[in-house]
């Protein structure tokens, strides 16, 4: 039985256009370009980060980062960016009594803005809060460690198999792929995904009825 579900951020719960668009508007290049790059490079293997790197070979991320904040041009997370299932679907895991848990590869920041929702989850963390990034064995080790419950007890949604999918197994955990965003639908009908994930889903509100099965 499942007792916990722990959620990614990034294209699980949150739309990415708002991020990337950020991005490109403070490298002055258009929102296409910066979108088609991390697509190419995610695709390939990559991190998204690298795009921003094709476009501007000596930038470091870190201060960029830091230097938008400063210009007040810094991350940002509303209402608007949450796909509109997300507070259903989580809302509705409540009442079944699971415990909800949001755990992706985002800022610190990033956590304090998606804390700022008030979303219905018992715990927000991103791998800023901890200090290691999916697809680190380490990142699910946390992720146990949240999620009060055992591995084969626990389901982890994503969006992405070498971040989401494939790392969560690995570490024992149950797992739903979900169908959304590019990287949702660009591996949807991977062999290696169908075998990993426990559920493919195409949105959380299924969630409910698949755990009370």
């Known amino acids: ?57 000596d930038m470091d991320i870190a201060s960029a980062h830091h230097a938008r904040e400063a210009a007040g041009r810094g991350e940002h997370l509303g209402e608007a960016d949450l796909y509109p299932d997300v507070r259903p679907a989580l809302g509705g895991l409540h ?11 985002e800022s610190a920041r990033a956590a304090e803005l998606l804390r700022d929702l008030d979303l219905p989850a018992d715990l927000i963390v991103t791998a800023g809060d901890w200090g290691v990034a999916k697809p680190d064995p380490a990142f699910f080790t946390r992720v146990l460690e949240v999620a009060q419950a055992g591995p084969r007890e626990t389901l982890y949604v994503g969006d992405h198999p070498a ?18 965003g590019p990287w949702g639908h660009l591996w949807a009908d991977d062999p290696a995904v169908a075998e990993a994930a426990d559920w493919q889903i195409d949105n959380l509100t299924v969630l409910a009825a698949l755990i009370a099965r």
Do not use: C
């Open 1 to 57: 039985m499942i007792e916990t579900i722990v959620f990614d951020v990034g294209e699980t719960l949150t739309k990415d256009d708002r991020y990337w668009a950020s991005w490109a508007d403070w490298l002055q290049v258009p929102r296409h370009t910066v979108s088609a790059l991390v697509g190419s490079v995610v695709a390939q293997g990559g991190d998204g980060l690298d795009a921003l790197r094709l476009i501007s070979p």
């Open 163 to 180: 971040h989401d999918v494939f790392p969560a197994k690995q570490a024992g955990l149950r797992t739903a792929h979900i169908r959304r």
């Open 95 to 105: 009442k079944l009594g699971v415990r909800v848990v949001i755990a992706g590869n």
